[in-house]
Each structure stands twice: as C-alpha cells, then as structure tokens.
C-alpha cells in the first residue's frame, strides 16, 4: 500500500483531533526505509549524529556538511516521510542572512521539508528571516544540547516556577516568529502539558512527558545501538548492539576455524574449464 507523505496542515488536524505525532532520528538510508516502513509521521536528521555516528563527545562539533550528507541519504531512504534537517552549531548564529543561507542548502541540496534549530526569544529573529524564505521551521526549547554549557551541562529545565516561565517566554516567542512546530526538551510533564494548551502549533517532546501532541527519540537510544549513555527519558525497544556483537562474534570463530566461507558461499570453475585450468596451473604451482 502506498504511504502518504504527511504535511504541516496534517500535523495540524492531528493536534485537533488528538492523535499523537511520531517522529524519530534518523542518519542514513537503511535506518530512513525501516522509518517508512514502520508508519514513521517525520524523521529528524537530528545533529545527534555528531555522537551517534561520528563518535564526538557532544553535538557543537557537527559542520553543515556533515548534516547535508546525512540528510540526502535520509531522503533518498524514505521519499514519502516528512524529513527535518537539523540546524547545527553555528549555521544560524552569526546572522539572519546566515541563517536563511544555510536553511536554503537544506531545502535546496536535500530536499528536507522543513528546519529545526535551539533557542527561545533569542533567536526569534532568524525563526522569522527563515520562515519568511519560505522554509517551515521547527522550533526547539527547553534543554538546548548546543548551548548545555550555559545551561550547566545536560539538565532538565523548568524545574523552578520562574525557570518554566522563561521557558513558556520562549514557547511564545517561538510561535511569534513563525516556527510552524516546537520541540520541548527535557521539561517537566506539567510544563509541557501547559505549553501545548498556551500554543496553537503542534508541540513535540522529548523527555517532556505524554500530555503533548507527540514524540521524538534518537534511533540509537531506542534501537539499543548507541550505548555511550542511556538518558532517564529512553524507552529502549531493541538491543541491536548485542544482536550484531554476537554476529560479529560468531563470524570471527567460523573464520578462524575455517568453517566460513563453505562450498556454498564460493563459485566453481566450470565443469568444461577444469582441465585446462589445472593445467594452466602447473605453470605457477610445481
């Protein structure tokens, strides 16, 4: 059965009506089509992938570049899923000029259907010179990977009465600005919960309890693959990195005990061939 490619206005009545967006992440091409397959509403080519692919120890260190590649190959896995590009560190920081140029490369050299990048009221401005591009945009607030050094690390914000209203500030000024959907990250449920009740636009969350209009989770984390660390918030539905240790250990052992590859994993000469390839033979091997 074909699947039908989801857009904004979709992410819309489904909020009206009550039924849950899902969304994941995703880095390349087989993880994009199992996506598909499964029923995925939206994939995040999330910079996630700094930790989860390239191994670095956190998401600033993710150029444009790296998030074009992935996001191409996410495309090309799953045509008919609304795909997000990821704005990394540094891509929208400088300038709204700067801002539109980079969302541009996404649209234009991966063909996402929209953007996503961190900040409240203070990227309001280049929320609005993106969205006036014509590019849908994502907002995400909360805990902000990219800035967690000036959050004091990776911790969960709006813990306090005046901590959650700066966060509601900025759900505000995010919807303000244009951005089409949100994401709250690592907030309490009740937060969240009142922040899909103050904003009219579809509101996501990670770690943000099950009172929003839907979900988003690192393939890594619930696939059982990226094991560096397991936040609070994982649900884990697979252990793939047990799964593909123990091939992998049991194709060491038949290789070294020479039970791999059998008679059924090689080609043989052709029956008409053999007499004169072990002749031909003889001149090598005497």
């Known amino acids: 059965m074909a699947v039908k490619k989801l857009a904004i206005s979709d992410f819309y009545e489904m ?39 390239y191994g670095y120890n956190g998401t600033v260190s993710v150029t444009m570049d790296e998030c074009i590649i ?49 900040g409240g009221e203070r990227v309001a401005t280049r929320i609005r010179a993106i969205s006036d591009a014509g590019i849908l945009v994502i907002g995400h607030i909360g805990l902000t990977p990219q800035s967690s050094a000036a959050l004091g690390g ?27 959907l949100l994401l709250v990250e690592a907030i ?25 209009d839907g979900q988003v989770m690192i393939c890594g984390d619930i696939l059982g693959y990226f094991q560096a660390f397991t936040p609070k918030f994982v649900k884990k539905y697979a252990n793939v990195a047990e799964v593909i240790i123990n091939a992998m250990k049991e194709y060491v052992a038949d290789v070294r005990g020479a039970k791999f590859p059998g008679p059924e994993h090689t080609y043989s000469i052709l029956p008409e061939e053999s007499g004169r390839f072990n002749e031909m033979l003889k001149k090598y091997i005497k």
Request: aromatic letters at 6%; hydrophobic letters at 50%; charged letters at 25%.
């Open 70 to 118: 992935h996001s191409k190959a996410v495309r090309r896995g799953a045509p008919d899923v609304f795909v997000v590009g990821d704005m990394p560190f540094g891509s929208y920081h400088i300038s709204d000029g700067d801002a539109v140029a980079n969302a541009v490369r996404f649209v234009k050299e991966a063909n996402v259907d929209a953007i996503k990048l961190e």
């Open 188 to 212: 309490p449920p009740e937060l969240a919960a009142a922040i899909t009740k103050i904003v009219k636009i579809p509101v996501l969350g990670i770690g943000a309890g099950v009172d929003i």
């Open 15 to 53: 909020k009206k009506e009550g039924r849950k967006i899902t969304w994941i992440t995703a880095y390349d091409y087989p993880i994009a089509s199992f996506a598909q397959t499964s029923g995925m509403d939206m994939i995040l080519v999330g910079d996630s992938l700094g930790m989860v692919v």
């Open 154 to 180: 990776f911790k969960a914000q709006g813990r306090t009465a005046e901590s959650a209203e700066a966060v509601i500030a900025d759900a505000i000024a995010v919807e303000k600005a244009g951005a089409r």
